[in-house]
């Protein structure tokens, strides 16, 4: 069983840049969480898709968008790139629907630095 | 938004000693995680509490809930190096985790 993988796995990007990051989500999960975590501090929740839809939203600006495949591989595009964004993004996939007590998966990240 | 707090936020200790972080809210959780996050690697779940006074043990970790599911504790009986991280409290409410901001725990040979 393969768990969760990203790439690329770091990136180097320049102000009003834009980026897409990847995530193959394990195999049988449907749902797909991104989270950004800035140096020195804990994630923080992005948003969440299931089956291709977004499904929950954390406090981000429309700039950061996401997508997700029949295959329930996910992306997460970011417009218009500021020094802020600099962080590891995290991709996390769970079997279904993450309730309450769902255990979320999380692949190693990326690692994105705006110059 | 539920804040979650943790304390400390850093801790440096020598290999057999013991230590105890918190992860502690205003309002009442969920339920709560406890992930721990090694250096270029993804968050790994290591416990899930939802009973308030609930204790649950693995290996030398030691995970206490609150009675008032307002505040938890991870307690580590004879530290080991490979037990060095970032460790994260989290609570789950629906399809999202609220993370604290982490414990950096480094344990010294």
């Known amino acids: 069983e393969t768990g969760v993988t990203q790439s690329p796995t770091h990136l180097i990007k320049t102000r009003g840049q834009q980026v897409t990051l990847r995530c193959s989500s394990q195999?049988?999960?449907?749902?797909v969480s991104w989270y950004q975590q800035a140096l020195g501090q804990g994630p923080q929740f992005i948003f969440q898709?299931?089956?291709?839809?977004?499904?929950g939203r954390g406090n981000f600006p429309p700039r950061f968008s996401g997508l997700q495949f029949p295959n329930y591989s996910s992306e997460l595009n970011v417009n218009a790139l500021e020094l802020d964004d600099s962080a590891l993004y995290l991709c996390?996939?769970?079997?279904?629907?993450?309730?309450?007590?769902?255990?979320?998966?999380f692949g190693p990240g990326t690692r994105l630095l705006v110059l | 938004t539920q804040l979650l707090e943790q304390s400390p936020q850093f801790l440096s200790i020598q290999e057999g000693e013991n230590l105890t972080v918190y992860c502690n809210s205003s309002?009442?959780?969920?339920?709560l995680q406890w992930y721990r996050q090694e250096p270029g690697e993804g968050p790994v779940l290591l416990v899930t509490?939802?009973?308030?006074?609930e204790v649950k043990k693995l290996k030398r970790l030691t995970f206490q809930f609150g009675d008032a599911r307002k505040d938890s504790s991870l307690h580590i009986t004879a530290a080991q190096p490979g037990d060095t991280g970032l460790y994260l409290c989290?609570?789950?409410?629906?399809?999202?985790?609220?993370f604290g901001e982490g414990t950096q725990l480094t344990v010294n040979p």
């Open positions: 195999s049988g999960h449907n749902t």
């Open positions: 989290a609570e789950t409410r629906g399809s999202r985790l609220t």
């Open positions: 898709y299931y089956r291709e839809e977004e499904n």
């Open positions: 996390a996939s769970s079997p279904f629907l993450a309730g309450a007590q769902e255990t979320q998966y």
């Open positions: 309002s009442v959780f969920s339920s």
């Open positions: 509490v939802v009973t308030g006074g």
